[in-house]
């Protein structure tokens, strides 16, 4: 069970940067891969970003490769995303997640943060 916060949000101009934090707390220990996913109004949950427990991979959706970078500091429980050159098409509501095994899903989730992207 992890308890997850995310952190970093707010209303930021195009071709600003940000970085979001999401602190875990109880069994981070065993987790095997953490995520940054995001919704905007009207549209379906996607998939920003992810890495391993071990930080030694990272992915990332077509949509946000080259501008977002995923890490983490296991000591400090916290996961990050840093959002370079954003677009107005970057705003949402983004949501940390962790999940336990390689196959598994996603299935525990921070209550997520705004980031809104103005002209």
């Known amino acids: 069970q992890v308890l997850l916060v995310e952190s970093g949000g707010g209303l930021v101009q195009a071709g600003d940067s940000l970085r979001l934090s999401c602190v875990a707390s109880?069994?981070?220990?065993?987790?095997?891969?953490m995520g940054w996913f995001r919704q905007a109004p009207g549209k379906e949950r996607e998939f920003v970003a992810g890495?391993?427990?071990?930080?030694?991979?990272?992915w990332y959706a077509d949509s946000v490769k080259g501008r977002f970078t995923i890490s983490r500091d296991n000591a400090k429980n916290t996961v990050y995303l840093t959002l370079n050159s954003l677009n107005q098409e970057d705003t949402a509501v983004y949501y940390c997640?962790?999940?336990?095994?390689?196959?598994?899903?996603?299935?525990?989730w921070g209550q997520g943060t705004q980031v809104t992207v103005s002209s």
């Open positions: 890495c391993l427990r071990s930080g030694s991979a990272t």
């Open positions: 109880g069994r981070t220990d065993v987790t095997y891969a």
């Open positions: 997640a962790a999940k336990f095994t390689r196959g598994s899903d996603f299935g525990f």
